[in-house]
């Protein structure tokens, strides 16, 4: 950390930090709807389109790439990338060329599910429903195979589960749960693949509509927390597994799922970053405070990489973060006393076993500090005095606190911080002895 000394003042510069923030002057003109890496390449999708990652300048750029679209998702297949495009879709090579595109007037591309069971086939949730692409027999053009029939409403997330069933989610309270058939010439059976719609009227409910896969597992999200399906009883049921979520969907929290190469769920609530790591034995460690770094009100979207980089998505812009820099949360800082006042004096601090006061002068004023140089506006403070406080005070950013009126006896002042990792420090402690009017040596050491 370095310290420059101003004119009004003094700076500090974190010059380790495991965070690089990128907004407008980065090229960043609107907010991050998704993220995805190709070709060595890093891709956003906003409101506007995609851009991509001008490593030397450290700036997005913004290319032919389709003209100006929400892209709400990407998806990496081989040494292309699929996106949307209005009213369709298109495929970016290596080059960042446009290798080809294919335009429908019925839809806008939401989401994309390269199938693990259905090789060489790609599920599009779009604003008419679903659709599948599937790989042409020379293998270099995606083709449009199909549409599911019927009315369906706006597909925005997909998964997949283990049994090989497609999920889709809908932000309108409806999930579907799609059984594929492949016929005899190994054509996608949509007339004969079975849909099975949950929901209100259907009684079975999946949350709030979107749905969420992760290991094969599929996931709701409701105001009560997550649920799974459970395919033996054909309904969703409550599931704390990655502990407790909790949404408020009236003021439009978000929420995310992403499964890593490794195994390791990244769960994001809001603008804060949960991560669930599998147990050799079963189960997942779960991890609440290692990216409280984060600098912004909202997460949209995480992307992690395997050398560690998480990147994340927000209306503000993007945030590069290092799994390695998380690896500090656990550092020990002190809370110093910095001043202890009554009213007509100001105390020693240096006094090892206390001060011995009048009753008469029975206000005091105590000023603390924590040199915890991270993001010091989240750093809290928690005071108890002994022989007055029934307890520690509820956590609070002020750095100080007073007593009036305090009787003749024996007080110990104690004080300790919180950081944004949610690290108490060591405490601060002051003991003070407050005796009759009558004594002479007001203000002596004990």
Request: with cysteine; aromatic share 12%.
């Given at each position: 950390?370095?310290?420059?000394?101003?004119?009004?003042?003094?700076?500090?510069?974190?010059?380790?930090?495991?965070?690089?923030?990128?907004?407008?002057?980065?090229?960043?003109?609107?907010?991050?709807?998704?993220?995805?890496?190709?070709?060595?390449?890093?891709?956003?999708?906003?409101?506007?389109?995609?851009?991509?990652?001008?490593?030397?300048?450290?700036?997005?750029?913004?290319?032919?790439?389709?003209?100006?679209?929400?892209?709400?998702?990407?998806?990496?297949?081989?040494?292309?990338?699929?996106?949307?495009?209005?009213?369709?879709?298109?495929?970016?090579?290596?080059?960042?060329?446009?290798?080809?595109?294919?335009?429908?007037?019925?839809?806008?591309?939401?989401?994309?599910?390269?199938?693990?069971?259905?090789?060489?086939r790609i599920f599009v949730g779009n604003s008419f429903g679903l659709s599948v692409l599937k790989l042409s027999e020379n293998g270099d053009v995606w083709e449009r195979e199909g549409y599911f029939p019927g009315n369906f409403f706006e597909i925005?997330?997909?998964?997949?589960?283990?049994?090989?069933?497609?999920?889709?989610?809908?932000?309108?309270?409806?999930?579907?749960?799609?059984?594929?058939?492949?016929?005899?010439?190994?054509?996608?059976?949509?007339?004969?693949?079975?849909?099975?719609?949950?929901?209100?009227?259907?009684?079975?409910?999946?949350?709030?509509?979107?749905?969420?896969?992760?290991?094969?597992?599929?996931?709701?999200?409701?105001?009560?927390?997550?649920?799974?399906?459970?395919?033996?009883?054909?309904?969703?049921?409550?599931?704390?597994?990655?502990?407790?979520?909790?949404?408020?969907?009236?003021?439009?929290?978000?929420?995310?799922?992403?499964?890593?190469?490794?195994?390791?769920?990244?769960?994001?609530?809001?603008?804060?970053?949960?991560?669930?790591?599998?147990?050799?034995?079963?189960?997942?460690?779960?991890?609440?405070?290692?990216?409280?770094?984060?600098?912004?009100?909202?997460?949209?979207?995480?992307?992690?990489?395997?050398?560690?980089?998480?990147?994340?998505?927000?209306?503000?812009?993007?945030?590069?973060?290092?799994?390695?820099?998380?690896?500090?949360?656990?550092?020990?800082?002190?809370?110093?006393?910095?001043?202890?006042?009554?009213?007509?004096?100001?105390?020693?601090?240096?006094?090892?076993?206390?001060?011995?006061?009048?009753?008469?002068?029975?206000?005091?004023?105590?000023?603390?500090?924590?040199?915890?140089?991270?993001?010091?506006?989240?750093?809290?403070?928690?005071?108890?005095?002994?022989?007055?406080?029934?307890?520690?005070?509820?956590?609070?950013?002020?750095?100080?606190?007073?007593?009036?009126?305090?009787?003749?006896?024996?007080?110990?002042?104690?004080?300790?911080?919180?950081?944004?990792?949610?690290?108490?420090?060591?405490?601060?402690?002051?003991?003070?002895?407050?005796?009759?009017?009558?004594?002479?040596?007001?203000?002596?050491?004990?």
């Amino acid at each position: 950390m370095l310290w420059l000394g101003l004119d009004n003042g003094i700076s500090k510069v974190e010059l380790s930090s495991s965070i690089t923030t990128f907004s407008k002057q980065s090229g960043l003109k609107t907010g991050v709807l998704s993220i995805d890496r190709m070709g060595g390449n890093l891709f956003i999708g906003s409101p506007i389109g995609i851009s991509v990652l001008n490593k030397e300048k450290r700036v997005f750029e913004t290319g032919e790439f389709g003209g100006a679209v929400q892209v709400f998702d990407m998806l990496k297949k081989g040494e292309n990338l699929i996106f949307p495009i209005m009213n369709g879709m298109a495929v970016l090579n290596k080059d960042l060329q446009l290798a080809y595109k294919y335009e429908d007037d019925r839809y806008l591309a939401f989401a994309f599910l390269d199938s693990k069971f259905l090789k060489n086939r790609i599920f599009v949730g779009n604003s008419f429903g679903l659709s599948v692409l599937k790989l042409s027999e020379n293998g270099d053009v995606w083709e449009r195979e199909g549409y599911f029939p019927g009315n369906f409403f706006e597909i925005w997330t997909l998964a997949e589960s283990k049994e090989g069933e497609i999920w889709a989610g809908t932000q309108s309270g409806i999930a579907y749960k799609i059984t594929p058939v492949i016929d005899e010439n190994g054509d996608f059976d949509f007339e004969n693949s079975k849909v099975e719609i949950f929901g209100q009227e259907t009684g079975k409910k999946a949350g709030n509509g979107i749905i969420y896969g992760n290991a094969g597992k599929v996931y709701a999200l409701s105001e009560q927390g997550l649920s799974s399906y459970n395919p033996e009883s054909g309904n969703f049921e409550m599931d704390s597994t990655f502990g407790e979520i909790k949404i408020d969907f009236a003021s439009t929290d978000n929420f995310s799922m992403v499964e890593d190469k490794k195994g390791r769920v990244w769960i994001t609530i809001k603008n804060r970053i949960r991560l669930a790591s599998p147990k050799p034995e079963g189960g997942y460690k779960l991890e609440e405070d290692l990216f409280n770094a984060y600098p912004w009100e909202d997460i949209t979207t995480i992307y992690p990489e395997d050398d560690g980089t998480v990147w994340v998505g927000s209306g503000d812009g993007l945030v590069r973060m290092e799994e390695k820099g998380a690896n500090n949360i656990q550092k020990k800082f002190s809370t110093l006393l910095r001043q202890a006042i009554t009213k007509t004096d100001t105390l020693s601090l240096d006094a090892a076993e206390g001060i011995s006061l009048q009753q008469s002068n029975n206000s005091l004023r105590f000023m603390y500090a924590a040199p915890f140089f991270e993001q010091e506006d989240r750093t809290v403070y928690q005071t108890y005095l002994e022989g007055f406080d029934p307890d520690w005070t509820d956590w609070g950013t002020n750095s100080y606190k007073e007593y009036t009126n305090l009787a003749t006896g024996t007080y110990t002042f104690r004080v300790r911080a919180k950081n944004l990792y949610n690290v108490i420090s060591e405490e601060a402690t002051y003991c003070l002895l407050y005796t009759s009017p009558s004594p002479r040596d007001r203000g002596n050491h004990l």
